[in-house]
């Protein structure tokens, strides 16, 4: 088995070969001679058609593998969902089939009504869950009759009285949480789930499968906005399941059913992206321990958040979860909100933006973006402060990014 580096480069391609007798097996090379497409074409086909009827009869029967129905499936869409099933699982092990989705959001929703989370059902979810996550349990699961109770994750014990007091139906976690980067404890929070029949849903969005594979730690559907890490670039929205029976096959027949797939050329941006996957994260974990150690020293900051940093809560769970430390950092500036727009407002190279995981850094504002939708009080619960800054480290030179930040400091 090719190692990760050199999977995320040519997994899933449909590379077409070339014939015998030097024809290009692709059908008709238009009389310029024998070629062959080194990358997936983008397949803009809503229908596809077969030999007769009889294929198609078997094609849309299941007795035969093939295309038919754009929002079934599609060659380009298939590439990549390929690619994404040998990062996630590279030796089969557990059977994995992984489903690409038009948004994170899109890929949330559809696992979650796989795992049978429906009327009179109760999910048990991380405090900490990305807002978008919690309301949807809350707005769209809870309109249906889904009771869904948060609970701290980082206390394995009270998950398992509340797995015990509750007999829910999904346990939904994130791999690495936003915006103060606790790390869970994947194999532990499996067990705890499984001793009361639940799914372990884990949102990888922060890790990829660069950092972890949350079914090889057991669990049972694996979540990514791939907005971010995996394609990579800031250009395109798209969303991805991976999951092992019996819930991949729920999670297809739900995504047919929704209607939630990504189009080809969202799919071929995507894979593309997703090429680099290694190299970029690589640099991005190198550049956030760096900014990380270099604003620890810097008077006006409250506190740094890394799982690299000795202060942080999970920094001996992390080696354990992850094989890095991540992309990602928050810090608390005195002064509250006006200094953190003062800080933010100060940036020249840094995006201000709040998403994370693109070749540019991008640095936000949790409490006025992803967390506001909470009342105050929950906010400064959870440690989202007005002051609280986060930094999706991007690509760029180091050295660069750092001496932005601290020239923007500079003006707070
Ligand atoms: N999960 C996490 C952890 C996120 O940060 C986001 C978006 O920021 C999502 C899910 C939703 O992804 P999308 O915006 O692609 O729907």
Redesign the pocket.
């Known amino acids: 088995m090719a190692r990760f580096e050199t999977r995320a480069v040519h997994a899933g391609e449909h590379r077409i070969g070339h014939a015998a007798d030097g024809e290009a097996a692709d059908g008709e090379a238009g009389g310029r001679g024998d070629f062959a497409p080194i990358s997936t074409p983008i397949y803009a086909s809503t229908t596809f058609s077969h030999h007769d009827m009889e294929q198609t009869d078997r094609i849309l029967g299941g007795e035969e593998a093939g295309y038919s129905y754009a929002r079934y499936d599609n060659p380009t869409v298939a590439a990549l969902e390929e690619a994404l099933r040998t990062l996630e699982d590279p030796e089969e092990e557990r059977e994995t089939a992984a489903f690409a989705f038009s ?4 890929a ?1 929703h559809t696992a979650l009504t796989a795992a049978e989370v429906g009327s009179g059902a109760t999910v048990l979810a991380a405090e900490q869950l ?1 807002g ?2 919690a309301t949807l349990l809350l707005q769209i699961f809870g309109a249906s009759g889904v009771d869904t109770k948060f609970v701290d994750v980082y206390d394995v014990e009270a998950v398992e009285r509340a797995v015990a007091e509750h007999s829910p139906r999904a346990l939904v976690i ?1 791999s690495i949480s ?1 915006p103060l980067l606790r790390v869970a404890d994947v194999p532990r929070l499996a067990e705890a789930a499984h001793a009361g029949g639940a799914a372990l849903i884990v ?1 990888n ?2 890790g990829t499968p660069y950092l972890q594979r949350p079914l090889a730690l057991g669990a049972d559907i694996v979540v990514h ?4 890490y995996l394609a990579g670039h800031g250009d395109v ?3 991805a399941a991976a999951a092992v029976p019996p819930y991949a096959g729920a999670v297809e027949g739900v995504r047919k059913l929704t209607g939630g797939i990504l189009g080809p050329f969202e799919a071929w941006l995507t894979l593309r992206g997703m090429k680099t996957l290694p190299l970029r994260m690589q640099r991005q974990c190198e550049n956030a321990r760096e900014i990380s150690n270099r604003l620890t020293a810097v008077p006006g900051i409250v506190r740094v958040n890394h799982p690299a940093l000795k202060g942080h809560p999970d920094a001996e769970l992390a080696p354990e979860m992850l094989s890095d430390t991540g992309g990602l950092l928050s810090f608390e500036l005195e002064g509250g909100r006006e200094a953190a727009f003062r800080f933010l407002n100060a940036l020249q190279l840094c995006v201000r933006a709040p ?2 995981g693109d070749v540019y850094t991008l640095i936000t504002h949790p409490a006025t973006s ?1 967390h506001r939708e909470l009342p105050a009080s929950r906010r400064e619960r959870l440690g989202v402060k007005e002051g609280l800054i986060r930094v999706s480290a991007g690509i760029e030179h180091p050295g660069d990014i750092a001496e932005d930040i601290e020239q923007a400091l500079q003006k707070v």
């Open positions: 948004s994170g959001m899109a949330m990305y978008s996550t994130e936003n949102d969005t922060f906005s791939a907005t971010k929205s798209a969303g998403s994370l992803s």
